[in-house]
Each structure stands twice: as structure tokens, then as C-alpha cells.
């Protein structure tokens, strides 16, 4: 069966650190990959996604970036996080030719101060 | 691109009332549709979902049709409990995209 992990469950960090978050699926190959960020009480904002290793399509031009080193790999990246980036961002995966469900980590709780 | 609809909410019921979620969507192409609820601190989990017409999607009691003439897919539940407390959000998906309404929060109680 597949299963999608994500670390850390929950980071706190000072305004203009770097961040790195992690996002690994299990039991599949070829996944597309999403990053998304839920503000507090909002919606799903779609961050990012990857249809390949090292194909990256953003969706919204902000001061993060994702990377794909690894075919179940997915990396969310800041070298200078900013007040408004805290949330909670979830990775998610689905099959490159299926129905379009998508399957959602347990997320990272993510509080700049 | 594809845009959705639902009601904001807070949804306040009491146990064992019947619950309606409302969802309209627009959607270029033929979209499937999806129903996703998240338990607080949580992501998401898929809780049913409508590939064609007139499918209807079910799961743990909660039900939703798929209405392309009306471009529907809302939400019901016959008999709501404490449990399922939650945030529900409603995606129609073209391609590998899923586009989600804001979410309704729904809270039961006893």
C-alpha cells in the first residue's frame, strides 16, 4: 500500500530563516506531487506541483520554492521566511494517469514569529 | 479554469440531524468530483467521490450525486454525530488538478 510522510509535524522559526520541509511517498512510482498551504480557518491555497523529477510548475510567486531530487521526493524550500508564511502546508501525491484523487500528508504545522 | 462554490459556514447541528453541504462548481472539460474532510489538526482524507453523471459517491453514511445539468455535487448525511465534526471541502478535478471550494466547517453537537 502506499503512504505519503511528512517532517517536521510542526517547526517554529524566527522571521528571515531558512526553511526546508519534506515530503516522501511510499509504495508508488512515476506520482504527481502537490504542495499546498492552508492559512489559518482558509482553503487550500496550490503551491506547487511535479508531474517528474526535476519538473516544477508554480502556481503562486512567492519567496518559496519546491524541488524534486527524487522520484518520491519533494522538497519545500525559503531562504528568508517572512510572518505570512506561517500555516499548515500539505503534500499530497496521485497517480500520473488516474482520476485526479489526490492523497494528503498529515501535514507540517508552520508558525514564523 | 474550474472555480467552486460552497457554502461558508459554520454549519451548527444537533446529533442525529440531517446535514446538507451545498456545492456548485464550474469546470471546463469533464471534471470528476471529490468530497475531502479534514479532522482538526489533520490533513486531508477523501470522503467519497463521482467520476460521471449521475454516479452517485458514499461513504460512512454520507452521500453526494453528481449533477452536470445543475453543476452540483452536495453533501448530505441523514443522521449527523459528534464524530463527524470536521471541515469539509468540496474539488472538482481536470486532469491531475483539483480545484477546492473554502470549505465548510460543520460542528455537531450533542
Known amino acids: ?113 | 479554469g474550474n472555480s467552486v462554490t460552497q457554502m461558508e459556514g459554520p454549519v451548527t447541528l444537533s446529533e442525529e440531524a440531517f446535514l446538507t453541504i451545498n456545492c456548485t462548481y464550474t469546470a471546463t472539460g469533464y471534471p470528476s468530483l471529490f468530497w475531502y474532510v479534514q479532522y482538526p489538526g489533520e490533513g486531508l482524507q477523501l470522503l467519497l467521490k463521482a467520476t460521471k453523471a449521475d454516479d452517485k459517491g458514499s461513504n460512512k453514511g454520507f452521500e453526494a450525486t453528481y449533477r452536470k445539468e445543475t453543476t452540483s455535487f452536495h453533501l448530505e448525511k441523514g443522521s449527523v454525530q459528534v464524530s463527524d465534526s470536521a471541515v469539509y471541502f468540496c474539488a472538482p478535478t481536470t486532469g491531475n488538478m483539483l480545484t477546492f471550494g473554502g470549505g465548510t466547517r460543520l460542528m455537531v453537537k450533542p
Open chain 1, 1 to 113: 500500500s502506499q503512504t505519503i510522510h511528512q517532517w517536521p509535524a510542526t517547526l517554529v522559526q524566527p522571521v528571515g530563516s531558512p526553511l526546508s520541509l519534506e515530503c516522501t511517498v511510499e509504495g508508488t512510482s512515476n506520482p504527481n506531487l502537490y504542495w499546498y498551504r492552508q492559512a489559518a480557518g482558509r482553503g487550500l491555497q496550490l503551491l506547487f506541483y511535479s508531474v517528474g523529477i526535476g519538473q516544477i510548475s508554480s502556481e503562486v510567486p512567492q519567496n518559496l520554492s519546491a524541488s524534486r531530487p527524487q522520484d518520491r521526493q519533494f522538497i519545500l524550500s525559503s531562504k528568508k521566511l517572512l510572518l505570512s508564511d506561517s500555516g499548515f502546508y500539505l503534500c499530497a501525491w496521485s497517480y500520473g494517469l488516474g482520476d485526479g484523487e489526490q492523497f494528503f500528508g498529515p501535514g507540517t504545522r508552520l508558525t514564523v514569529l
